[in-house]
């Protein structure tokens, strides 16, 4: 049985006032820890009066980014101990705006996320294809080797430790949402691609999430498909009150 992740990512929104107000509706919800893993992954700047905020509440509090390496000369970087070091738990990685604006590559994405779960930290591993990839028919080719990529390397422990973010690029933020049996299709070829690489525990035990304009009038029936054990979401994290709606819903 595999527990249910929403996690919201607030991209480059929200001042830290912005961030304390959010979190003051937050506070007020009880969240079964048992039955969901809630995380907002925010900006840099917010993640200590985050973290601090989150303190014997249900929610996890993620970065949305991370450097490979422990320290050295990487101006404008973050590390991933410095944010262990902060009391952050989770980290979206090679999320497609990152891949597309700011070189994130495969190779790239495989040692950030090496580097997470040697910290302990929670890679959220974001795959996914472009509207000319998936029109060419191409979705599932490109998406299992994007999670093979990411994984190479990993043991079986490390690779079930991992989230995997299946968005396809076309549905983030636009309002198109995949429909629940294509991501599910699609959750289900990230699956068997673990399986044929890293063995049946680890397919059986990974968490797979669909992102892509999910909000609290779809996640239901994303949530009711085998495949899709929860959402990684952007625009509907932003409000506390549909965030909150979400991680019901996966309650
Ligand atoms: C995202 O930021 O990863 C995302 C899926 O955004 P949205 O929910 O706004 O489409």
């Not at 919201?8 to 003051?24: L, P």
């Not at 990411?150 to 299946?166: I, N």
């Not at 990974?206 to 909000?215: C, D, E, H, N, P």
């Not at 949530?223 to 309650?251: H, M, N, P, R, W």
Request: aromatic residues 6%; negative net charge.
């Amino acid at each position: 049985m595999r527990k249910p992740v929403i996690a919201g990512n607030w991209k480059m929104f929200k001042t830290v006032g912005e961030a304390h107000d959010f979190w003051n509706t937050a506070s007020s919800a009880t969240i079964d820890a048992s039955k969901v893993d809630a995380v907002i992954c925010a900006p840099f700047l917010q993640l200590p009066a985050l973290v601090e905020a989150a303190k014997g509440s249900s929610i996890h509090i993620g970065a949305q980014n991370m450097h490979q390496e422990k320290e050295g000369a990487f101006t404008g970087e973050i590390s991933g101990d410095m944010l262990k070091d902060l009391g952050v738990t989770h980290v979206v990685i090679g999320h497609s705006e990152r891949r597309q604006y700011f070189n994130e590559t495969d190779e790239t994405v495989n040692l950030k996320t090496k580097a997470a779960l040697d910290l302990g930290l929670t890679p959220i591993v974001c795959v996914g294809e472009s509207l000319e990839q998936r029109e060419a028919g191409e979705t599932e080719s490109v998406v299992s080797k994007q999670v093979a990529e990411a994984f190479e390397g990993l043991t079986e422990s490390e690779v079930e430790k991992t989230v995997v973010a299946y968005e396809p690029i076309w549905a983030i933020g636009t309002g198109k949402t995949a429909t629940a049996d294509d991501a599910n299709q699609v959750c289900q070829a990230i699956r068997e691609t673990i399986l044929d690489l890293h063995g049946e525990e680890a397919a059986s035990a990974t968490r797979i999430l669909y992102g892509g304009s999910v909000k609290p009038a779809n996640i239901k029936e994303l949530l009711g498909k085998d495949d899709i054990d929860g959402a990684l979401v952007g625009g509907a994290s932003l409000e506390a009150d549909s965030f909150l709606q979400l991680v019901e819903a996966a309650q």
